[in-house]
């Protein structure tokens, strides 16, 4: 410790700077925060020492040294609180001019935080802004991209830059998110950056045009596969939701989603037919509108899915020009008769039935009211009755709500209609109908209804229903809804699901719900209490037309009044279902064996079927923070290793996968090519969880079991991605974690190769020749004479990694291959580094090869914050390697 122990005044930064490395390289982190603080107090200078420092970090502008660096800054930050006399307006103008110079020219290799801390000490924001601009747009010469923007964000001079220039090399680059933080906040540029995006949706727009447009960056070939067409349209809408852009910036994105919804209908009607043709006839004039080419290609669908009859009649409706039509359309158009040149409904359709057909009452579940039971509420006369009977004390209400499918073209969708059942009638609230929506008395009702505490408001995945309420009356937004009595029976049904799922606990396959049964949602929980499902035919209906039709009010009746007879069935029998006999006191928040409010958040927003599902995203507000997302483990979730927790990342979350991997966790990523329901058969077969993001989130959830799948936040970075996934199973990670798998293929074995075994590979393969060779021979003499001064050393395998070792027998001599066939992939060992690397590492199920760098103490750094250090982990942190590097 004597050299640890400062000059008195006037410290030289140099003797200072090889303290501070020598200990942040043993990994001890808590002498060199003393080190650090006592060198920091005899410096003469300390602001322009400090900088000294951080200029000689080794690695420099290669991406090895801002790890280091961060860490010093943050231990002089912590210096300055407690020495508030050393600031920059101390210095005469051109000395703290020159050290502001010095500081932006370290900014060409750092992190956000490195930039944060070197603009809150030498007041970066108070330079002139040309001569700021001058070095953002220095670093991008040096492509340094995401360099340049994080610091025109930390400086917010955005404005001043060119928004396609600054940003399109990150786009093309796989970092979106960092181009959303520059244009965050400024909506001209929020609008260009849609806009952008948008005119890559164009059909003519070719990954050529991008290499010609921007020849200056290097595109791998995974960013360009992540340039498809249907993969920016929801980019597109998810930034036009979130900078609330008009939609009419991004036509290329609607008519791409527009064309996949066209497609989507042609299945549902004509292949799967389990949509009527009133309800897609509706559907298909909503979503082609007055899309020309929609229009046309709607016609050539019809010729390849239905006939030539329909199509005629279509295109005779959109008039399509004949030198548009199919072959053989205009033909058929010729032959029609009058009559049948219209699209309707055939006059001799009889009309419908408030009664179903036999067949249909013995199949699904049938309401019990007869239709003069029914009551349309469009009116304050209406509402008033409806409000008498519904706003009874100590009534039970069953509340449903029904809106116009959008297909993703609209992000939030308003209520058309609100079903309430009480006891022996309906009340059906019609909120198209004119003024009546936005009537005083409409919006007061709807709020006295929801805050009456003695009647109990029935429901099934009513988040959902209440984000649209929310976007159908703004004043929610301002004064939101108070909820009280309110028993969501999702909730229910999870419970008795799980009960189930106890019961049979055999696999991973076992906890699929209603795994042989084409039901899902409250269909799935109406067969299982009331023993048929729900006929769910009119769902996707279009709600805003009037009148509805028959069939229409009596799916919605059903909707509504089912919810009053489930619950009337398992309060009589509770125990049958595994459930407590106060059903009002199950939560969505309600574990199996604890009521762990912590859960309360988990629930994913829309109409929420009982498949089990949980999100993981950022907290709304900071009152949640540690809530949501897993951001503390549930009082009963036990400590987990890395190795024993396995998931499945779907293609949009690769970053995520790669960041867990690295951490030793057991990881299956899927390619830019699999559909996302690959990540629902893995997960079944192996009992692995999913982790996803955005629209694929709806489809997998009811795939798997209960808090299978979980959503993040597709805008947050990969490394905070990883952090809330370790907290939300509880990871206890470790510095022998890091690297002890192969980051290629998620093997955990590893053969370690000594020195003069791989350059003997290298030189057998014919990848050492010439001066290599020369320069090995020499370095084996001077080995050689080492091993005549000293005992030879083997290098031992690191105990480090928590891996299994494979012996070296097993490769193959001739062929350098593993037993799995895997051969060594001796290409990417660059000759020059056999003088420095004493022992290589390689997977035996890929042959990748990794060797000491730098890396290590990086990914040390970036995960301190989630790590577990025991008494053990010190020494083993400090023998590890700086990281394994490809």
């Not at 809106?403 to 992000?411: A, L």
């Not at 019609?430 to 009647?455: K, W």
């Not at 299956?668 to 077969?685: G, Y």
């Not at 290298?762 to 084996?780: E, M, V």
């Amino acid at each position: 410790m004597d050299r640890m122990t400062p000059e008195a005044v006037g410290l030289d930064p140099a003797v200072l700077r090889d303290q501070l490395f020598e200990l942040w390289n043993r990994k001890d982190l808590q002498t060199l925060h003393l080190a650090a603080q006592r060198g920091f107090s005899n410096l003469s200078e300390p602001l322009e020492a400090v900088l000294t420092i951080l200029e000689g970090c080794p690695g420099k502008q290669k991406g090895r040294s801002h790890t280091v660096g961060h860490h010093i800054l943050v231990e002089f930050l912590t210096w300055m609180k407690e020495h508030p006399q050393v600031t920059l307006s101390s210095l005469l103008e051109e000395q703290a001019l020159a050290l502001q110079q010095r500081a932006l020219s370290l900014t060409t290799d750092t992190q956000p935080t490195f930039i944060d801390n070197l603009t809150t000490i030498y007041q970066l924001d108070s330079v002139d802004p040309a001569f700021l601009r001058w070095n953002i747009m220095k670093l991008h010469a040096l492509h340094c991209y995401k360099e340049a923007v994080v610091l025109s964000v930390k400086l917010k001079l955005q404005k001043e830059l060119n928004m396609e220039e600054m940003c399109v090399p990150l786009i093309l680059q796989n970092k979106l998110p960092l181009a959303e933080s520059f244009v965050a906040g400024h909506n001209h540029l929020e609008q260009q950056l849609v806009t952008l995006l948008d005119s890559w949706c164009h059909p003519s727009f070719t990954e050529e045009e991008i290499h010609k447009r921007y020849p200056h960056v290097s595109v791998s070939k995974q960013c360009l596969s992540q340039m498809q067409p249907k993969l920016l349209a929801k980019h597109v809408f998810r930034l036009v939701e979130k900078f609330n852009i008009d939609q009419g910036l991004c036509p290329n994105a609607l008519h791409k989603r527009r064309l996949d919804s066209l497609r989507f209908l042609m299945y549902k009607r004509f292949v799967e037919k389990s949509m009527t043709d009133e309800n897609w006839s509706d559907h298909v004039q909503y979503v082609v509108a007055d899309d020309f080419e929609l229009q046309i290609q709607l016609v050539e669908m019809l010729v390849r899915y239905c006939s030539f009859h329909k199509a005629s009649q279509w295109s005779l409706r959109y008039n399509v020009p004949r030198d548009r039509l199919p072959c053989g359309v205009w033909e058929t158009q010729q032959s029609l008769p009058p009559d049948l040149q219209q699209i309707g409904p055939s006059g001799s359709a009889k009309p419908e039935e408030w009664r179903p057909s036999r067949s249909h009452c013995k199949t699904f579940y049938q309401v019990p009211l007869t239709k003069d039971k029914v009551h349309f509420v469009d009116s304050p006369e209406a509402l008033r009755r409806c409000r008498n009977i519904v706003l009874k004390e100590g009534g039970i209400v069953g509340v449903d709500m029904e809106w116009q499918p959008t297909f993703g073209c609209i992000s939030t969708q308003q209520v058309a209609l609100i079903q309430l059942a009480v006891l022996d009638q309906v009340f059906l609230v019609d909120l198209c109908a004119s003024g009546f929506c936005q009537h005083p008395d409409t919006i007061l009702f709807i709020r006295s209804l929801f805050a009456q505490r003695n009647i109990l408001k029935l429901g099934y995945g009513m988040s959902g229903d209440l984000k649209c309420l929310k976007a159908t009356w703004q004043q929610l937004l301002e004064e939101p809804l108070k909820m009280e009595a309110m028993l969501d029976l999702l909730n229910v049904h999870q419970k008795i699901q799980r009960r189930k799922v106890d019961r049979t606990q055999n696999g991973p396959k076992e906890v699929l719900v209603g795994k042989n049964s084409a039901e899902k949602g409250l269909s799935l929980l109406v067969q299982q209490v009331l023993g048929r499902p729900l006929d769910k035919t009119e769902q996707m209906s279009h709600w805003e037309k009037r009148p509805l039709r028959i069939s229409q009010i009596r799916y919605a009746v059903a909707d509504a009044c089912c919810l009053l007879d489930v619950y009337s069935a398992l309060s009589s029998n509770p125990a049958y279902f595994g459930l407590p006999a106060d059903l009002r006191g199950i939560s969505s928040s309600q574990s199996e064996d604890s009521g762990d409010k912590k859960q309360k958040a988990k629930r994913a927003h829309g109409k929420e079927e009982c498949q089990g599902a949980q999100r993981v995203s950022p907290p709304s507000s900071n009152t949640e923070k540690g809530l949501l997302c897993g951001e503390k483990p549930s009082e009963d979730t036990p400590p987990l290793p890395p190795q024993q927790l396995r998931v499945v990342c779907d293609n949009m979350l690769q970053g995520l996968g790669r960041y867990l991997r690295c951490l030793g966790v057991d990881v299956i990523m899927l390619e830019n090519t699999d559909d996302h329901r690959v990540a629902a058969e893995l997960a079944q077969a192996e009992g692995r969880f999913i982790l996803t993001c955005g629209q694929p989130f709806q489809s997998l959830r009811s795939q798997v079991g209960e808090g299978r799948c979980l959503s993040l936040d597709c805008s947050e970075r990969a490394r905070d991605q990883a952090v809330r996934v370790l907290r939300h199973f509880n990871v206890q990670l470790t510095p022998s974690d890091i690297f002890s798998r192969c980051q290629a293929c998620n093997s955990d074995q590893y053969a370690a190769v000594p020195r003069k075994d791989m350059a003997r590979m290298l030189k057998q393969k014919g990848f050492l020749q010439g001066q290599d060779i020369i320069d090995h021979t020499q370095q084996q003499e001077e080995e050689t004479l080492g091993d005549i001064l000293t005992p030879s050393v083997t290098p031992e395998i690191p105990r480090y990694v928590q891996c299994q070792w494979a012996p070296l027998s097993e490769l193959d001599p001739d062929t350098l291959t593993f037993p799995g066939g895997a051969p060594v992939q001796l290409h990417a060992v660059p000759p020059a580094l056999l003088p420095r690397i004493p022992l290589f590492y390689v997977c035996t199920r890929c042959g990748k090869v990794f060797w000491e760098g730098s890396h290590f103490g990086r990914v040390l750094s970036m995960f301190q914050d989630v790590l577990h250090i025991t008494d053990k982990d010190p020494e083993s942190a400090a023998a590890a390697p700086q990281n394994l590097h490809l």
